[in-house]
């Protein structure tokens, strides 16, 4: 009975890594969607290599090279920026305060590289389902809002991306399950989720098949929360669509 409290504590970290890893991979995904559309075709272009190449590789190798990346690459930048040092002078009017601060190495935090890494996995693949959800959209309700005199900004907010949130609602869904079986792999880069903390209990009790399966109902309860959820929110985005559809027979 012990080992359930740290097993539920675990289980708040996997949930916060991937609701927070949700939240930045859908910002992350409408700006992929937007700059892949821009018509300056270099910055388009750089987007479109960054997330074949994000989708290409396996997940667990996207996890592996944030965590061991992210600390070499501030080294770099500390080195070639900021001289491998930041110098600092506090002006005092009669003297000056001058520091000096040598980096040579970078503790990052491993929930962080996590989050990063999730977030730009779901960004990737989701950003693909935005761009369909786009050309869902007729052309001639974004020539009918000009018509009217709307500012591309109410036009983007107020009638696009309400029917781009409707179009995309189901594959971003089924997104956000993978998301979440996702979460396992930051277990690798030594983050206390449900599978580490799992692996931990079963190297004390010695049943693997037990504690196995009691991680299997987590993520499924989880999944089922999240199904419930989602289907919800799809509802109530095909409401006024459905009554629309029987007012007009």
């Known amino acids: 009975m012990n080992y359930f409290f740290p097993l539920l504590d675990a289980t708040k970290t996997t949930l916060l890594i991937a609701i927070t890893s949700l939240v930045i991979g859908l910002i992350l995904a409408f700006l992929f969607t937007v700059l892949e559309s821009w018509r300056f075709k270099p910055v388009a272009w750089l987007i479109s290599i960054i997330v074949i190449v994000i989708r290409a590789l396996p997940e667990i190798l996207v996890v592996i090279a944030i965590y061991n990346g992210i600390p070499l690459l501030l080294i770099f930048l500390a080195d070639e920026v900021l001289?491998?040092?930041?110098?600092?002078?506090?002006?005092?009017?009669?003297?000056?305060?001058?520091?000096?601060?040598?980096?040579?190495?970078f503790d990052v935090s491993p929930i962080l590289c996590g989050i990063i890494a999730l977030s730009l996995l779901y960004a990737a693949y989701a950003s693909q389902t935005l761009r369909g959800a786009f050309k869902a959209i007729p052309i001639g309700q974004k020539q009918a809002a000009e018509v009217l005199g709307l500012s591309k900004s109410r036009t983007l907010f107020h009638i696009i991306i309400p029917q781009i949130w409707r179009h995309a609602l189901p594959g971003l869904g089924n997104q956000w399950l993978v998301l979440l079986k996702d979460t396992a792999l930051v277990s690798l880069i030594t983050v206390n989720d449900v599978m580490m903390q799992?692996?931990?209990?079963?190297?004390?009790?010695?049943?693997?098949?037990?504690?196995?399966?009691?991680?299997?109902?987590?993520?499924?309860?989880?999944?089922?929360?999240?199904?419930?959820?989602?289907?919800?929110?799809?509802?109530?985005?095909?409401?006024?669509?459905?009554?629309?559809?029987?007012?007009?027979?």
């Open 83 to 105: 001289g491998g040092g930041l110098d600092l002078s506090i002006p005092l009017g009669f003297t000056d305060l001058n520091f000096h601060l040598e980096i040579t190495n």
């Open 198 to 249: 799992t692996r931990s209990i079963i190297a004390n009790t010695r049943e693997p098949f037990t504690w196995y399966l009691i991680a299997a109902v987590i993520y499924l309860i989880i999944s089922l929360i999240s199904q419930r959820v989602l289907s919800v929110l799809e509802a109530r985005t095909l409401y006024f669509e459905n009554k629309s559809t029987v007012t007009e027979k």
